[in-house]
């Protein structure tokens, strides 16, 4: 689950419409005033501000070249070819067809009911329908740092971009691509009963910072004369007295108690024995009662899955599984990673493509000694925790003294067992003029920044749907790009001509 702005207050009104929110400047108002002052009243009016902006508004959207886009709408079908040969490649190292090691590596700290679960036959093809990855544009092309199967920010995006096409601006994906893209997930042929059934947001405390732009994009769906709602799990209850056909999952919502088809899993799965009915909803899944998406697939949801794509015994699987054209470009794409596995090497062995100052790395505790320059790197748990959404856990490797970054590889190396760390090439990202509605100053303010372009894919049966594109440009300073106060978040529009 990517970390997004903090959320607002519990979503009041669904309405896109404007209201007083004391932020506009005393007049007169420029045109960037304006603009900036419209899509802040409707983030407040869709429940998404408090009584001050949770981040910066830019009086334009974000600006893409036409081969950025491009490269974004192709992305989509590659990504979810991405996703398929992974989960076949789990599944057929599970089964002794693909190296051992590919699923001990991702299942490493999974409890074994949870893999059990997760390898059931009847899940065997299920996969996350909406991919969210992380990209980030540098001088020599895009960069994609990790892939999301749990996303924030859907309603977010949803929201600046109802916003902005409001003030005629043309954005990728269009002003309701996201909420469209939202529904295809439940209008697919995937039907677990015969009755016309609800679909249930069900989000935890764990992710209660999201709550409100569920609720907002539950709102609007509703409003399209779909019937979805925005519930936390205690809502959730599960009957088998209702009839052989009748769903056995109900929710509790404003409507009054109402039968569930389909589930959107808003929390994680390292959170499962926090998560009340969880057991019943698994339980329902397992039975064939709801569909659940995304799955509980563990797999899915490592950032190790990148270094697989890169290791060389691999090679002839992802060639076959993607074609060399895919394969070829996703290996350009991400960034080489590697799994920090403390275990040691036979001595005539090194870690594949990893040097140190120009020689061959055997021993991941011969890169604690390495130099800031050398230390070009990003630290990260690869799923399964706490740490691993957020940018909780991530440590770029020259931005903390030599001492601070032995401390943190060691800490890697004996977290393996329970939470394997990454290690990631890190990429510099292109630096971006922005102007942002300065609330303080009552005009617009200048800021160089570094973006984060955060696409989303909705995948529906096997057609791959851009619903938007979300833009988090953040100080130059920065070293890890999300969410936060002294960002602006804007959607991506193409450059006109």
Known sequence: MAHGPTAGPMLQQCSDTASPSGFSPAPPLSEEGRRCSAVHDALQAAGLFESSPAWRVSPVPFQLTADEVSFFEDLGFRLWSFSKALNRLYLDSV????????????????????????????????????????????????TITELDSVPGGIGITGSLSSAYAALGDPLVGGADGMIEGFAMLFRSGDTTSEDASCVAIVVSDE???????????????????????????RD????????????????????GERPVSHVYRF??????????????????????????????????????????LHHPMLEGFWSDALGPDVFEHLRQVMPRTWVVDPRPLPPSAIIPDLTLDGKAVSDWRQLARATQKQRQCVLKPSGFSELAWGSRGVVVGHDIPQSAWAAKLDHALDAFTSTPYVF??????????????????????????????????????????????????????????????????????????
């Open 95 to 142: 089964k002794g067809r693909q190296p051992f090691w590919v699923h001990q590596y991702l299942d490493q700290g999974k409890p074994p009911a949870l893999l059990e679960y997760a390898r059931m036959k009847r899940f065997r093809e299920a996969l996350p329908r909406v991919i969210r990855p992380d990209v980030i544009p540098t001088e020599a092309g895009m």
């Open 207 to 233: 992710a209660e910072d999201y709550r409100t732009e569920m609720d907002w994009v539950a709102c609007r769906l509703r409003s399209a004369g779909m019937d979805v709602y925005c519930v936390h799990p």
């Open 236 to 255: 959730l209850r599960f009957s088998e007295d209702e009839g052989s056909f009748s769903p056995a999952l109900f929710a509790r919502t404003p409507s």
């Open 267 to 308: 929390f994680e799965l390292f959170d499962l024995e926090n998560v009340p009915k969880s057991e019943l909803l698994m339980y329902s899944a397992k039975k064939g009662r709801v569909s659940v998406t995304p799955p509980y697939k563990p797999w899915m949801e490592e950032k190790l899955a990148f270094a697989l």
């Open 424 to 497: 990631q090439a890190f990429h510099k990202g292109r630096s971006y003029e922005m102007t942002y509605w300065d609330e303080r100053t009552g005009q617009l303010e200048s800021m160089e920044g570094r973006a984060r372009l955060s696409p989303y894919y909705f995948v529906s049966d096997d057609e791959v749907t851009l619903g938007g594109i979300l833009a988090t440009v953040c100080p130059k300073d920065k070293k890890v790009l999300h969410g936060m106060r002294d960002a602006i978040l804007a959607p991506c529009a193409m450059t006109a001509g």
